[in-house]
T-cell receptor
Framework: DTGVSQDPRHKITKRGQNVTFRCDPISEHNRLYWYRQTLGQGPEFLTYFQNEAQLEKSRLLSDRFSAERPKGSFSTLEIQRTEQGDSAMYLC???????????FGQGTRLTVV | TQLLEQSPQFLSIQEGENLTVYCNSSSVFSSLQWYRQEPGEGPVLLVTVVTGGEVKKLKRLTFQFGDARKDSSLHITAAQPGDTGLYLCAGDDGWGKLQFGAGTQVVVTP
């Protein structure tokens, strides 16, 4: 296993368009997390899954954001009607359970123009 | 808003010097993790500290967790250019959700 994989690495989109990112966690990990990181800040928690169940969503996750993990393996994060303020690095992490160490992917850099 | 305060925000030193980065919070964490992040990449886990007062060493890096599990420090001895990066501390709430500090940017020049 090569670790957490995210696709695409970079995405440039026009304001108002929809975008979708994919995360493939480490295969035996049942926890999957999404974070967002803006310039000069540390990552901020967005949401997480235990297997296919979405257990918590941050208030940062507006109605335009939706995340899924349909079969408890890979996850997608969709942003509808993108805004310039959505420009950020979107990071995915996985772990083997609550309190276990989390390992991050390389992130998807989103630029909304 | 970052509940974990990291200091300093930026540190520039010469190769061979020592440095210490601090991570402070008013909250108690079940564990605390230190990551290093390169530009355009995701954070890479360096260490996890769990027990109050715990000290862990990773080659030239020494990590300490405060007795009350609210603060931590990272000390690098004889820094090398390869140590350059953004150092992030993150507190675990016990459920796996991480609260990050804003990071300390370390630059080590030859």
């Amino acid at each position: 296993d090569t670790g957490v994989s995210q696709d695409p690495r970079h995405k440039i989109t026009k304001r108002g368009q929809n975008v979708t990112f994919r995360c493939d966690p480490i295969s035996e990990h049942n926890r999957l997390y999404w974070y967002r990181q803006t310039l000069g800040q540390g990552p901020e928690f967005l949401t997480y899954f235990q297997n296919e169940a979405q257990l918590e969503k941050s208030r940062l996750l507006s109605d335009r954001f939706s995340a899924e993990r349909p079969k408890g393996s890979f996850s997608t994060l969709e942003i509808q009607r993108t805004e310039q303020g959505d420009s950020a690095m979107y990071l995915c992490a996985s772990s083997s359970g609550g309190g276990a160490e989390a390992f991050f992917g390389q992130g998807t850099r989103l630029t909304v123009v | 808003t970052q509940l974990l305060e990291q200091s300093p925000q930026f540190l520039s030193i010469q190769e061979g010097e020592n440095l210490t980065v601090y991570c402070n919070s008013s909250s108690v964490f079940s564990s605390l993790q230190w990551y290093r992040q390169e530009p355009g990449e995701g954070p890479v886990l360096l260490v996890t500290v769990v027990t109050g007062g715990e000290v862990k060493k990773l080659k030239r890096l020494t990590f300490q967790f405060g007795d009350a599990r609210k603060d931590s420090s990272l000390h690098i001895t004889a820094a090398q250019p390869g140590d350059t990066g953004l150092y992030l501390c993150a507190g675990d709430d016990g459920w796996g959700k991480l609260q990050f500090g804003a990071g300390t940017q370390v630059v080590v020049t030859p």
